[in-house]
């Protein structure tokens, strides 16, 4: 049912997910326009007792910018929970181990104001899961969408793998308690320091993380 919904928080089956691990950890940190910088261990304490998987936490912090385009329109936004898929070109542009799962960090459209975010890395199965997307939900209400515009995002850290639910209801719930997540933790001292980054008012061309 959930492939009907969205293509978004949820929907690889579990091998998949348990597939996309690599064995590993440590490594760079996320970079961004040529500087590397890795976060305090306090910082990559799991949120909510998913272990983080390490091919998620050895590029984090990802900085990451580009242009917001349509998605497939599954009812993300009448679920009220909309959210802005990037380009192929960018999503191709993400470390190919990222792990799949489901995120939070900070988002910024345009050169508007810095909100919290929860982010899906995951198998779109319209594409009979061989492409990758990644969706941004912004903790915020906007007058109106933002298609075309440039998003720019720090993804700080994992909340918890891809799931299939059996309902609606289920979902929801699930991404409700997601977007909880990710507020308490974007609260912490060391997560609302990457909110005043520079990299938020860098111009929009500027290249980062090689996009
Ligand atoms: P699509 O399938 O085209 O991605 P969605 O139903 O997922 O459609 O809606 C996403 C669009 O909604 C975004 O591209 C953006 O223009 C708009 N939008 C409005 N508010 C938000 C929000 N808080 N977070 C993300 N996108 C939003
Ligand atoms: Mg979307």
């Known amino acids: ?13 579990r091998a998949r997910w348990w597939g996309a691990l690599r064995a590993g950890a440590g490594g760079s940190a996320g970079c961004r326009a ?7 261990p306090a910082s990559r304490a ?26 497939f329109g599954r009812g993300s936004k009448e679920l009220g ?9 960018v999503v191709e542009s993400f ?14 459209v345009g050169n508007g104001d810095v909100h919290k975010m929860v982010l899906s890395i995951g198998w779109n199965p319209f594409y009979k899961n061989i492409k990758k997307s990644v969706e941004t939900h912004i903790i915020h209400t906007f007058k109106e969408d933002f298609y ?20 609606l ?14 507020k308490r933790q974007l609260d912490l001292p060391e997560h609302l ?7 938020f008012h860098l111009p929009e061309g500027k290249i980062v993380n090689n996009h």
């Open 169 to 182: 209801e289920a979902l929801i719930s699930a991404i409700q308690e997601d977007i909880e997540e990710a």
């Open 46 to 71: 799991r949120p909510n007792g998913h272990r983080p998987p390490p091919a998620a936490m050895r590029h984090l912090p990802y900085f990451c910018r580009g242009q917001v385009v349509k998605g």
């Open 95 to 108: 470390p190919s181990d990222i792990s799949t799962g489901i995120y939070y960090g900070w988002a910024c």
């Open 193 to 199: 320091k990457l909110k005043e980054d520079n990299f």
């Open 1 to 13: 049912m959930s492939h009907l919904i969205s293509p978004l928080f949820l929907v690889a089956p």
């Open 148 to 167: 075309g515009e440039i998003l720019s995002i720090v993804i700080i850290g994992y909340i918890r793998p891809e799931k299939n639910f059996d309902s």
């Open 81 to 89: 929970i909309p959210t802005a898929n990037f380009s192929e070109q």
């Open 34 to 40: 040529g500087s590397c910088r890795r976060l305090s």
